[in-house]
């Protein structure tokens, strides 16, 4: 057997061990959140992290938008 094989057939043992350990993780969470309520700081910050995840994304696009016309005005004037 090449190296080559050896090292693929490596790879495929770990990924099917990769996705062995997913599925329980997948498994062991979907049981942990049907038995658990949310936690209502959790929740509370979460909601303050998308508040604040909108805030940012509202001043990228003011400043990409204020960037863009300022590339615009330099273009002009090194065009003249």
Do not use: Y
């Amino acid at each position: 057997m090449s190296k080559l094989d050896e090292a693929e057939q490596r790879l495929q043992r770990a990924v099917a061990g990769l996705e062995d350990a997913a599925r329980v993780v997948v498994s062991s969470a979907q049981s942990n959140v049907a038995t658990t309520e949310p936690d209502p700081q959790v929740a509370a910050a979460l909601e303050s992290a998308q508040a604040r995840n909108a805030e940012l994304e509202d001043v990228n696009a003011n400043v990409a938008q204020r960037l863009d016309g300022a590339i615009e005005r330099i273009k002009t004037i090194l065009e003249v």
